[in-house]
């Protein structure tokens, strides 16, 4: 299978199964339309009559370039993926979303977790329950050294306390179970102070900065309970911390509404501010709601999105770093076929606890106990559940079966399809023509950067 494209004066061919990309004359671009999973190396009638333009003689030697790449396994390659999709089926779990915090000081309106509360009682996980999720993990991560724990709300500073022992709890246990702990921490910043941001930066491998961008675009749905935004309290604390944190990883994460689908200026206004990893996601939330993104959005976001891209590259030519976490893709090694076929592995390799300490697949499944797969306190672990969100692979997903896109995106995020469709199996689709664009933008940048190079 192979998909093509142009994009920034940039032909474009990727072999899916090889992951090959070839950037190419036009050419080469409009003969690759008249090869085949059997090629041979001799051009076909209908291809000299297709393009009268060329000479034989050109199009021959394009086609020797085609057939090149065809005998190298670059194009036209064979499926090799399929054969690791009941792998990992029986893997132990290594990370753990910890809704520490199941309360907000914040109401944003575009919030999945229903402003903090996750649809029930507001309330903090207690240190008892946390220590029982860390022993959870240990014990359900058979064979696996480094284990990820993040710490998630609602807003996970509002239970300080208990975030600072469960830390210590983990990290006393390392030695006597050869395990290594990962933590990362996803903040609003209001509560941020001095010790936080040392504690943070200490302990933290990762954290994640929650901010929308400009003023008036993070103070339009980012409201405290008074209904005053936030943006001019959190951006100094978010500074003073990322100053401080070195090479440790972190990235300010923004959400893009149907109100600002120029979010290229978010993305240059946090970087002015000082940040350089950042990521901006679009919203989750009840299509019915004005700022909710509707499949009419797309034609406008795809042209954001080449705006974005191009802005980045001319930024990465001067030698500015910036980096933005939809446009991170690596194309000589990239992700395992396993995490090809599965993505994030929510439910099976991954789950979330509660405050109440109960587990399901992931955060966003937090709150319909449909999806509840056991509790800490009996000791309760739903395994046929885990098994079947082990087999939602691409090859499970039907719309993703003939994508061009499947071993990147991993069929998109199980609770997203459950959440638009009713269906962990059914790929929601403005999600995937969205993930779809970033794909061949990123894909773009690389060529362009090499290009320079």
Not at 65 to 81: I, T
Not at 362 to 384: A, I
Not at 412 to 431: H, Q, R, S, V, W
Request: proline share 2%.
């Amino acid at each position: 299978m192979i998909h093509k494209y142009s994009l920034n004066g940039y032909n474009i061919i990727l072999d899916v199964y090889s992951g090959a990309v070839h950037v190419v004359d036009d050419l080469i671009y409009r003969l690759v339309d008249f090869t085949s999973e059997q090629m041979t190396d001799k051009v076909s009638a209908e291809a000299y009559d297709a393009l009268p333009e060329y000479s034989r003689e050109e199009i021959d030697a394009a086609y020797a370039e085609l057939y090149e790449a065809y005998d190298m396994g670059q194009l036209h390659a064979a499926d090799d993926y399929e054969q690791f999709a009941d792998m990992m089926i029986n893997a132990s779990v290594k990370s753990m979303c910890l809704n520490i915090s199941h309360d907000c000081n914040l109401a944003c309106e575009y919030c999945f977790a229903s402003k903090g509360g996750f649809g029930g009682e507001r309330c903090l996980m207690s240190e008892e329950i946390a220590r029982k999720a860390i022993d959870f993990l240990i014990d359900k991560s058979v064979g696996r050294r480094n284990l990820e724990v993040d710490f998630f709300g609602g807003e996970p500073l509002m239970n300080y306390e208990v975030v600072k022992k469960t830390v210590a709890y983990a990290r006393s246990r390392e030695k006597e179970c050869g395990k290594n702990f990962r933590f990362t921490i996803t903040t609003n910043g209001l509560l941020l102070d001095d010790e936080k941001i040392d504690f943070i930066n200490r302990e933290m491998h990762n954290c994640v900065l929650s901010i929308d961008g400009r003023k008036e675009v993070n103070d339009r749905l980012r409201l405290d309970w008074g209904g005053k935004g936030c943006h001019d309290r959190i951006l100094p604390k978010f500074q003073k911390l990322v100053a401080q944190r070195g090479d440790k990883d972190y990235y300010a994460r923004a959400t893009y509404t149907r109100y600002n689908l120029d979010f290229t200026n978010d993305i240059l206004y946090l970087y002015e501010q000082g940040f350089d990893q950042l990521s901006e996601e679009p919203v989750v939330s009840d299509p019915k709601l004005d700022f909710s993104i509707q499949e009419e959005d797309l034609p406008r976001i795809f042209e954001e999105y080449e705006v974005l891209a191009k802005k980045l590259i001319d930024m990465k030519k001067a030698g500015e770093k910036i980096n933005f976490f939809h446009f991170m893709i690596d194309l000589n090694q990239g992700p395992c076929a396993i995490r090809r076929l599965r993505g994030c592995s929510c439910g099976n390799e991954y789950v979330a606890v509660t405050p109440q300490g109960d587990i399901f697949p992931c955060h966003q499944f937090v709150g319909n106990d449909d999806w509840k797969m056991g509790n800490l306190n009996d000791g309760t672990f739903d395994l046929e559940m885990k098994k079947r969100f082990a087999k939602t692979t691409v090859y499970n997903k039907r719309k993703c079966r003939d994508c061009w896109a499947r071993f990147y995106c991993s069929g998109g995020c199980n609770a997203g399809n459950f959440e638009k469709n009713g269906d962990i199996l059914e790929p929601y689709t403005i999600y995937c023509e969205m993930e779809k664009k970033r794909l061949e933008c990123a894909i773009m940048m690389q060529a362009a950067l090499a290009d320079e190079a």
